[in-house]
């Protein structure tokens, strides 16, 4: 959870988790879906993870350990397993969105 919650900080995010079950995290998603919390990510690298991934408003793989499962569902494969690079992808994201 620290790791979430850590790279949540960096890139402006509000709620994180970590360390979560499948099927929570399929519910965490939907929860927050539902709770008008904006748009919803998710970060994943196995096929427990893929539903959850296709629920996402986007989905995150990390690819370099990641189950080709989780990287065909996700909207987005980072292609190492850095997860610091998820707070310059949203930036860069949040960037290119307002040009």
């Known amino acids: 959870p620290h790791t979430a919650q850590a790279i949540a900080q960096q890139a402006g995010i509000d ?3 970590g360390n979560q079950l499948p099927e929570d995290k399929l ?3 939907d929860e927050l879906a539902a ?4 748009a919803v990510g998710m970060v994943g690298d196995g096929i427990n993870d893929a ?3 296709a629920r996402a408003d986007i989905g995150f793989a990390m690819g370099a350990m990641g189950t080709d499962t989780a990287i065909e569902t996700a909207d987005v494969a980072l ?19 307002r040009v």
Do not use: C, N
Request: charged share 30%; hydrophobic share 45%; glycine share 10%.
């Open 15 to 17: 709620d994180a988790r």
């Open 27 to 29: 519910a965490a998603v």
């Open 35 to 38: 709770g008008g919390a904006g």
């Open 51 to 53: 539903p959850a991934l």
């Open 79 to 97: 292609m190492d397993d850095d997860l610091r690079k998820i707070p310059a992808f949203v930036r860069l994201s949040r960037a290119t969105h």
